[in-house]
């Protein structure tokens, strides 16, 4: 059979035998051919495909030596595929379809799908795996791995069927049913991990290590952390990839505090070293939940291991320290790193401008580019997210038109996005409704909630409605955006669509989710939620915010309902409003610390308006700075005003 995608024209020279510091007929035993197959595939296991396929080259320059074998040829295409080098492969492949050796030998058949599927030639892999006469389960686990790896689940877990209805499950080993599972991990919208789960069990593979970790994956990604959990517990033997899943899944999950738990069993009780991929997950789990002690702790034992020069360990303190509210911290940590990748100077300047402060944001990032990294994507979010926070006004409008002029960077709809937050912040909320209808793609909801949050703060009616209805028709659950045009129908008095929108809330269910605020204390997170009383102290709590709420008042403070979604007496809302999450988070934190220590919320939703303005007062009131991290930004409050300006 003729193979469909092979030219017989394609020449290729990619390597030169002059980057060889040996000459291989000096320790090569040129007359013979087991010797150049035992050193072409010792240096293809040992990671230097360069040399091994060199040392090919070399085999076939050499007229006396006979015609290469698949124990020469199956380890220069295991080099051209870790390379890769397509142009090399596709001749190594015209050179076995000459000497018989394909599509006949399956290893080769093997060989090749691996070629073609690690460099992105999907349709090719299969090609070879149809033109094979010999299909056996190396032949459909490379098909289906190959499928996996460049983005087609559906269609490898076709595969994984095929072999199982013409093979059997008999034929089934561990290798197959991780690049099963790998595929579940992959397709949205639709439980199979589970399937694949009862399979392995059946055929008795659950003891299997590799099998356990890659199960883990699966579920944390199909949104089954606690399936991932119970795999991981059952497993009799974890290895050092098992805990550092573990501690990834939790800490990309939004479980910070289960993810250090997971890190701190791993070095304590089962007393495993600490690694490069440990610590950068630990610290991501620390960055989520705000658990700067514990990240200190980390941090400290990077310096000891050495780790702070590993590009990926220090990009992961720097951003831990940002997110954790310490972004001198951050700065300390970013200035002894010898390497920096673009990752690292993109937290940099993402981290700066969370936190308000954007011209040391902009600094940094004219840094970056003096220093001949070229921004991306994500960096031009963290600036354009930086300007955004700090007003700069005519540096967002430049740079944002620097993306593509400059750099050949589309803006996507994140760009749009703080391009209309920067506008409407400024009151410039026609050209931020100009720019939206300009766009070449679909705005999403925030874009449209953006520009519905400046009109209430402006006070547009017209183009709030107008916001408010496109918002919600993307986005119909969303209580935010029903409260944000409350609120602008109240500032106007209009009372009658107040109540509207108050019955529509009710009448379709909408509800506001379920805020909670954590606070460290001696390496250890509390988490409150609103009107929270199952911690231990919760009497002392309250009483305490009663004491505040009085020398509050005194100052001026008067509870803000509208933040209120509930349908109660006015006096209720007040009631409610008193044991929000931020405020029992706060007052806990006064309780448990030293006189004008700062301290630090996080907080997973926007921190409401109400205790927005009460926070400000308690910073007041206690001589301290209150650093709250809500889902939008950082508030540093201090001596009765925010670092956001009330525009968050």
């Known amino acids: 059979m003729k193979p469909l995608f092979l030219s017989t024209t394609t020449t290729t020279r990619p390597f030169s035998s002059s980057s060889l510091s040996v000459p291989f007929s000096r320790v090569v035993d040129t007359s013979s051919a087991s010797s150049w197959s035992s050193a072409i595939a010792d240096l293809s296991r040992s990671g230097h495909h360069s040399e091994a396929l060199l040392a090919f080259l070399s085999l076939r320059r050499l007229s006396s030596q006979p015609s290469p074998t698949p124990s020469s040829l199956l380890p220069a295409l295991s080099s051209a595929a870790s390379l890769p080098s397509l142009p090399f492969g596709r001749q190594l492949h015209l050179l076995s379809l000459r000497l018989g050796y394909s599509p006949a030998d399956p290893f080769i058949s093997s060989s090749l799908i691996n070629l073609y599927s690690k460099t992105q030639h999907p349709a090719d892999a299969h090609a070879a795996f149809l033109e094979s006469p010999v299909r056996n389960a190396v032949l459909y686990t490379a098909l289906v791995s190959g499928l996996v790896r460049n983005a087609n689940p559906l269609k490898a877990l076709a595969v994984f069927k095929q072999l199982i209805s013409n093979l059997g499950t008999s034929e089934i080993d561990p290798a197959a049913i991780v690049s099963a599972i790998s595929a579940c991990a992959r397709v949205s919208g639709a439980n199979v991990v589970g399937g694949v789960h009862g399979l392995l069990v059946k055929l008795g593979m659950e003891a299997e290590t590799v099998v356990g970790n890659t199960l883990v994956d699966a579920y944390a990604k199909s949104g089954e952390v606690g399936n991932g959990r119970k795999v991981f517990d059952e497993m009799p033997e974890r290895d050092e990839v098992s805990w550092n899943s573990m501690v990834a899944v939790y800490a990309q999950g939004g479980k910070p505090v289960e993810a250090v738990e997971v890190y701190m069993e791993m070095v304590g009780r089962e007393s495993r070293r600490s690694t490069a991929v440990a610590l950068s997950a630990v610290m991501h789990a620390c960055a989520k939940g705000g658990a700067v002690q514990v990240g200190r702790c980390v941090h400290n034992q990077v310096i000891r291991m050495a780790l702070e020069d590993n590009v990926y360990v220090g990009t992961s303190v720097v951003d831990m320290y940002c997110k954790c509210g310490r972004v001198d911290a951050a700065w300390k940590a970013f200035g002894r790193m010898k390497e920096r990748n673009i990752k690292t100077w993109s937290a940099m300047v993402a981290g700066y401008g969370m936190h308000g402060r954007g011209r040391e944001a902009l600094d940094v990032f004219k840094q970056m580019i003096e220093a001949g990294v070229r921004p991306n994507y994500i960096t031009f979010i963290s600036v354009l997210d930086a300007c955004s926070h700090s007003g700069l006004l005519e540096d967002g409008r430049r740079w944002f038109k620097a993306m593509k002029q400059d750099y050949d960077i589309d803006p996507g709809v994140e760009h749009y996005g703080c391009m209309v ?136 403070y008067v509870p803000d309902t509208g933040s209120v979604l509930h349908d109660v007496e006015q006096e209720e809302k007040e009631t409610i409003l008193r044991v929000h999450s931020e405020k029992l988070a706060v007052a806990f934190a006064i309780m448990s610390t030293v006189p004008g220590s700062p301290i630090l919320v996080i907080k997973n939703l926007r921190v409401c308006g109400d205790c927005h303005t009460a926070i400000k007062i308690i910073a007041k009131l206690e001589g301290r700075e209150i650093v709250v991290r809500d889902s939008h930004r950082f508030h540093h409050f201090k001596d009765g005003v925010c670092s956001c300006g009330d525009y968050w």
């Open 421 to 556: 937050d920067l506008l409407g912040r400024a009151g410039c909320l026609d050209e931020s409704y100009g720019l939206i209808k300009e766009m070449r793609l679909e705005p999403d909801s925030m874009i449209w909630g953006s520009l519905l949050a400046a009109c209430r703060v402006h006070k547009n009616i017209e183009l709030g409605e107008i916001s408010a209805r496109q918002a919600l028709k993307l986005d119909p659950k969303n209580c935010g955006f029903y409260v944000s045009l409350s609120n602008i129908y109240a500032d106007f008095g209009r009372w009658k669509d107040v109540e509207r929108m108050r019955v529509l809330i009710k009448t379709r269910g909408i509800m506001k989710p379920p805020g909670y605020s954590l606070v460290e204390l001696k390496g250890k997170s509390h988490m409150f939620m609103v009107g929270d009383r199952r911690h231990p102290q919760h009497e002392e709590i309250y009483g305490y915010l009663d004491k505040l709420r009085v020398r509050m008042q005194e100052l001026g």
